[in-house]
C-alpha cells in the first residue's frame, strides 16, 4: 500500500482543516487505518484509528471531541477533520495503514506509512 497525504497548512487557532489520504497497491478496504503527529524532536504520537468497517474507532485524549477520522473505502481514501484547532495540534501529520482490520495506538501496530503533511496552527 502506498500512502499520499495531504491538506496540511498554516492555519489560525480555533480554525479547521481537513487532511486526506490517498491509498493505492494492495486492496485498501482491508487496512485499518490511523493517524500519528510528530513534533521534531519529540516522538511520533498517536491521533485516531479507524477499523476496515469503519466501526472502530479510537482518539487520543488530546484531540478526542474535535477531531474526527473516516474513510470511503470506494475513493481508496482516510480523512481527518480536524475543528478547534490549538497550537499544541501543530506537526507533521502521518497517515498509516495496518494489515489487519482493527488497530490501536502503537506505531508498531502500523505496516505502510504516508510522507506526512505539515500542519501549523498559529496563536
Known amino acids: 500500500v502506498q500512502l499520499q497525504a495531504c491538506g496540511g497548512g498554516l492555519v489560525q487557532a480555533g480554525g479547521s482543516l481537513r487532511l486526506s489520504c490517498a491509498a493505492s497497491?494492495?486492496?485498501?478496504?482491508?487496512?485499518?487505518m490511523g493517524w500519528f503527529r510528530q513534533v521534531l524532536g519529540k516522538e511520533r504520537e498517536f491521533v485516531a484509528a479507524?477499523?476496515?468497517?469503519?466501526?472502530?474507532?479510537t482518539y487520543a485524549d488530546a484531540v478526542k471531541g474535535r477531531f474526527t477520522i473516516s474513510r470511503d473505502n470506494a475513493r481508496n481514501t482516510v480523512y481527518l477533520q480536524m475543528n478547534s484547532l490549538k497550537p499544541e495540534d501543530t506537526g507533521v501529520y502521518y497517515c498509516?495503514?495496518?494489515?489487519?482490520?482493527?488497530?490501536?495506538?502503537?506505531?508498531?501496530?502500523?505496516?505502510?506509512w504516508g510522507q506526512g503533511t505539515e500542519v501549523t496552527v498559529s496563536s
Open positions: 498509516a495503514a495496518a494489515r489487519k482490520a482493527v488497530s490501536g495506538r502503537d506505531p508498531s501496530e502500523y505496516n505502510y
Open positions: 479507524l477499523s476496515w468497517r469503519g466501526d472502530r474507532i
Open positions: 497497491g494492495r486492496t485498501f478496504s482491508n487496512n485499518a
